[in-house]
Protein backbone atom coordinates (compact mmCIF):
# COMPACT_ATOMS: atom_id res chain seq x y z
CA UNK A 1 0.00 0.00 0.00
CA UNK A 2 1.30 3.70 -0.09
CA UNK A 3 2.15 5.68 2.62
CA UNK A 4 4.21 8.51 3.96
CA UNK A 5 7.46 8.02 5.82
CA UNK A 6 10.58 9.91 7.38
CA UNK A 7 13.85 9.78 5.94
CA UNK A 8 15.31 10.33 9.46
CA UNK A 9 14.09 9.03 12.90
CA UNK A 10 16.16 11.60 15.01
CA UNK A 11 17.82 14.73 14.72
CA UNK A 12 20.11 16.39 16.81
CA UNK A 13 20.39 20.27 16.43
CA UNK A 14 22.20 22.85 18.27
CA UNK A 15 19.98 25.93 19.67
CA UNK A 16 19.96 28.63 17.35
CA UNK A 17 20.66 26.45 14.29
CA UNK A 18 18.10 25.69 11.93
CA UNK A 19 16.66 22.28 11.24
CA UNK A 20 15.24 20.48 7.88
CA UNK A 21 12.68 17.57 9.08
CA UNK A 22 12.15 15.62 5.60
CA UNK A 23 9.45 13.31 4.75
CA UNK A 24 8.60 11.11 1.52
CA UNK A 25 4.92 10.47 0.72
CA UNK A 26 4.06 7.73 -2.12
CA UNK A 27 0.50 8.34 -2.92
CA UNK A 28 0.31 10.45 -6.02
CA UNK A 29 -3.40 11.26 -5.30
CA UNK A 30 -2.38 13.01 -2.23
CA UNK A 31 -2.84 16.97 -2.84
CA UNK A 32 -2.99 17.89 0.98
CA UNK A 33 0.13 17.56 3.56
CA UNK A 34 0.17 18.90 7.28
CA UNK A 35 2.97 19.01 9.34
CA UNK A 36 1.92 18.56 13.06
CA UNK A 37 4.73 18.53 16.61
CA UNK A 38 3.76 16.37 19.38
CA UNK A 39 5.40 17.25 22.93
CA UNK A 40 5.31 14.38 25.33
CA UNK A 41 2.67 13.61 26.47
CA UNK A 42 0.31 15.70 24.83
CA UNK A 43 -1.50 15.33 21.45
CA UNK A 44 -0.39 16.47 18.24
CA UNK A 45 -0.61 20.38 17.76
CA UNK A 46 -0.77 22.08 14.08
CA UNK A 47 2.22 23.54 12.97
CA UNK A 48 1.59 24.24 9.20
CA UNK A 49 -0.22 22.76 5.75
CA UNK A 50 0.52 23.19 2.32
CA UNK A 51 -1.42 22.12 -0.76
CA UNK A 52 -0.06 20.59 -3.77
CA UNK A 53 -1.08 23.85 -5.71
CA UNK A 54 2.17 25.46 -4.16
CA UNK A 55 5.78 24.86 -3.54
CA UNK A 56 6.30 26.55 -0.44
CA UNK A 57 4.85 28.34 2.43
CA UNK A 58 5.89 30.08 5.39
CA UNK A 59 4.41 30.74 9.18
CA UNK A 60 6.87 31.86 12.00
CA UNK A 61 10.20 30.85 12.15
CA UNK A 62 8.93 27.41 9.80
CA UNK A 63 8.51 26.83 6.25
CA UNK A 64 6.93 24.18 4.28
CA UNK A 65 8.58 22.70 1.08
CA UNK A 66 6.70 20.40 -1.26
CA UNK A 67 8.22 18.74 -3.99
CA UNK A 68 5.68 16.92 -6.51
CA UNK A 69 8.22 15.37 -8.70
CA UNK A 70 10.17 13.47 -6.52
CA UNK A 71 7.04 13.61 -3.46
CA UNK A 72 9.38 14.96 -1.07
CA UNK A 73 8.01 17.34 1.88
CA UNK A 74 10.50 18.86 4.09
CA UNK A 75 9.63 21.12 7.56
CA UNK A 76 12.21 23.71 8.09
CA UNK A 77 12.52 25.65 11.56
CA UNK A 78 14.27 28.71 11.69
CA UNK A 79 16.66 29.53 15.03
CA UNK A 80 15.88 26.11 16.39
CA UNK A 81 14.88 26.76 20.42
CA UNK A 82 14.56 24.27 22.95
CA UNK A 83 11.25 24.67 22.98
CA UNK A 84 11.39 22.79 19.58
CA UNK A 85 11.93 19.73 21.03
CA UNK A 86 9.66 17.07 20.08
CA UNK A 87 8.32 14.76 17.60
CA UNK A 88 7.79 15.77 14.13
CA UNK A 89 4.93 14.07 11.90
CA UNK A 90 4.20 14.76 8.27
CA UNK A 91 0.42 13.26 7.52
CA UNK A 92 -1.00 13.27 3.81
CA UNK A 93 -4.74 13.74 2.47
CA UNK A 94 -5.42 11.56 -0.42
CA UNK A 95 -9.03 13.73 -0.23
CA UNK A 96 -7.40 16.75 -0.27
CA UNK A 97 -9.07 17.63 3.40
CA UNK A 98 -7.76 17.20 6.84
CA UNK A 99 -10.67 14.86 7.67
CA UNK A 100 -8.82 11.39 6.85
CA UNK A 101 -5.15 11.76 7.52
CA UNK A 102 -2.34 9.35 6.41
CA UNK A 103 0.76 9.89 9.72
CA UNK A 104 4.21 9.38 9.03
CA UNK A 105 6.14 7.43 11.64
CA UNK A 106 7.66 10.74 13.30
CA UNK A 107 10.92 12.20 13.77
CA UNK A 108 12.56 13.48 17.28
CA UNK A 109 13.78 16.77 17.31
CA UNK A 110 16.23 17.35 19.76
CA UNK A 111 17.78 20.51 20.45
CA UNK A 112 21.18 21.01 22.22
CA UNK A 113 21.47 24.08 24.51
CA UNK B 1 -11.98 27.06 25.58
CA UNK B 2 -11.63 23.88 26.70
CA UNK B 3 -11.21 21.96 22.98
CA UNK B 4 -11.21 18.44 22.61
CA UNK B 5 -11.22 16.70 25.89
CA UNK B 6 -10.66 13.07 26.40
CA UNK B 7 -11.56 10.98 29.45
CA UNK B 8 -9.63 8.84 30.71
CA UNK B 9 -5.95 9.44 30.75
CA UNK B 10 -5.09 6.21 31.74
CA UNK B 11 -6.29 2.84 31.46
CA UNK B 12 -5.75 -0.43 32.02
CA UNK B 13 -7.73 -3.44 31.61
CA UNK B 14 -8.43 -7.39 31.78
CA UNK B 15 -8.35 -9.28 27.99
CA UNK B 16 -12.17 -9.60 27.57
CA UNK B 17 -13.48 -6.57 29.52
CA UNK B 18 -15.31 -3.93 27.69
CA UNK B 19 -14.83 -0.04 28.02
CA UNK B 20 -15.48 3.62 26.81
CA UNK B 21 -13.06 6.30 26.11
CA UNK B 22 -15.44 9.53 26.09
CA UNK B 23 -14.56 12.67 24.19
CA UNK B 24 -16.06 15.90 23.82
CA UNK B 25 -15.53 18.69 21.74
CA UNK B 26 -16.65 22.49 22.61
CA UNK B 27 -15.58 24.59 19.84
CA UNK B 28 -19.00 23.28 17.15
CA UNK B 29 -16.84 21.13 14.89
CA UNK B 30 -18.55 18.93 12.70
CA UNK B 31 -15.97 16.33 11.91
CA UNK B 32 -14.45 14.30 15.46
CA UNK B 33 -12.33 11.17 15.06
CA UNK B 34 -10.47 8.48 16.44
CA UNK B 35 -6.82 7.36 16.41
CA UNK B 36 -4.20 5.38 17.54
CA UNK B 37 -0.81 6.07 18.11
CA UNK B 38 1.96 2.87 18.56
CA UNK B 39 5.69 3.07 18.73
CA UNK B 40 6.58 3.18 15.69
CA UNK B 41 3.68 3.18 13.82
CA UNK B 42 2.73 7.40 13.68
CA UNK B 43 -1.27 8.04 13.65
CA UNK B 44 -3.91 5.45 12.42
CA UNK B 45 -7.25 6.35 12.12
CA UNK B 46 -9.79 3.87 13.38
CA UNK B 47 -13.48 5.42 12.93
CA UNK B 48 -14.44 9.10 12.20
CA UNK B 49 -17.81 10.82 12.13
CA UNK B 50 -18.56 14.45 9.68
CA UNK B 51 -21.59 14.80 11.61
CA UNK B 52 -24.11 14.00 14.52
CA UNK B 53 -25.61 10.45 13.29
CA UNK B 54 -22.72 9.95 10.75
CA UNK B 55 -20.01 7.41 11.45
CA UNK B 56 -17.20 5.58 8.99
CA UNK B 57 -14.48 3.22 9.22
CA UNK B 58 -11.00 4.01 9.29
CA UNK B 59 -8.09 2.27 8.68
CA UNK B 60 -7.89 -0.07 11.58
CA UNK B 61 -11.89 -0.14 13.08
CA UNK B 62 -11.95 -4.11 13.64
CA UNK B 63 -12.71 -4.48 17.84
CA UNK B 64 -13.83 -0.49 17.75
CA UNK B 65 -17.40 1.14 17.72
CA UNK B 66 -18.54 4.48 17.66
CA UNK B 67 -21.80 6.64 17.58
CA UNK B 68 -22.13 10.38 17.34
CA UNK B 69 -25.41 11.42 19.07
CA UNK B 70 -24.61 15.13 19.39
CA UNK B 71 -22.11 17.20 17.77
CA UNK B 72 -20.04 17.71 20.62
CA UNK B 73 -19.67 13.96 21.86
CA UNK B 74 -17.57 10.75 19.88
CA UNK B 75 -16.94 7.80 22.62
CA UNK B 76 -14.90 5.14 21.19
CA UNK B 77 -16.17 1.43 22.60
CA UNK B 78 -13.87 -1.69 23.19
CA UNK B 79 -16.47 -4.11 23.39
CA UNK B 80 -14.16 -7.40 24.12
CA UNK B 81 -10.18 -5.66 24.67
CA UNK B 82 -7.19 -7.42 23.37
CA UNK B 83 -4.08 -7.06 24.71
CA UNK B 84 -3.10 -5.56 20.78
CA UNK B 85 -5.32 -2.85 21.90
CA UNK B 86 -2.75 -1.96 23.85
CA UNK B 87 -2.19 2.24 22.55
CA UNK B 88 -2.59 5.65 23.44
CA UNK B 89 -5.67 6.86 21.37
CA UNK B 90 -6.16 10.31 20.45
CA UNK B 91 -9.57 11.71 19.76
CA UNK B 92 -9.36 14.91 16.96
CA UNK B 93 -12.41 17.36 15.59
CA UNK B 94 -12.12 19.51 12.85
CA UNK B 95 -14.99 22.10 12.07
CA UNK B 96 -15.03 20.78 8.42
CA UNK B 97 -13.48 18.06 6.55
CA UNK B 98 -13.39 20.33 3.32
CA UNK B 99 -11.34 22.91 5.29
CA UNK B 100 -7.60 23.44 5.40
CA UNK B 101 -8.50 24.44 8.84
CA UNK B 102 -6.37 22.57 11.71
CA UNK B 103 -7.50 19.16 12.92
CA UNK B 104 -6.91 19.81 17.29
CA UNK B 105 -6.34 16.95 19.33
CA UNK B 106 -7.04 15.94 22.81
CA UNK B 107 -3.62 14.95 25.13
CA UNK B 108 -4.72 11.27 25.02
CA UNK B 109 -5.99 7.93 26.65
CA UNK B 110 -3.44 5.49 27.47
CA UNK B 111 -5.40 2.29 27.25
CA UNK B 112 -3.11 -1.00 28.61
CA UNK B 113 -4.42 -4.69 28.07
CA UNK B 114 -3.17 -7.24 30.18
Known amino acids: GESVGLHLPTLSVQEGDNSIINCAYS??????FIWYKQESGKGPQFIID?????DKRQGQRVTVLLNKTVKHLSLQIAATQPGDSAVYFC????????????FGKGTKLSVKP | NAGVTQTPKFQVLKTGQSMTLQCAQD?????MSWYRQDPGMGLRLIHY???????DQGEVPNGYNVSRSTTEDFPLRLLSAAPSQTSVYFC?????????????FGEGSRLTVL
Open chain 2, 92 to 104: ASSYSTGSTGELF
Open chain 1, 27 to 32: NSASDY
Open chain 1, 50 to 54: IRSNM
Open chain 1, 91 to 102: AESPGGSQGNLI
Open chain 2, 27 to 31: MNHEY
Open chain 2, 49 to 55: SVGAGIT
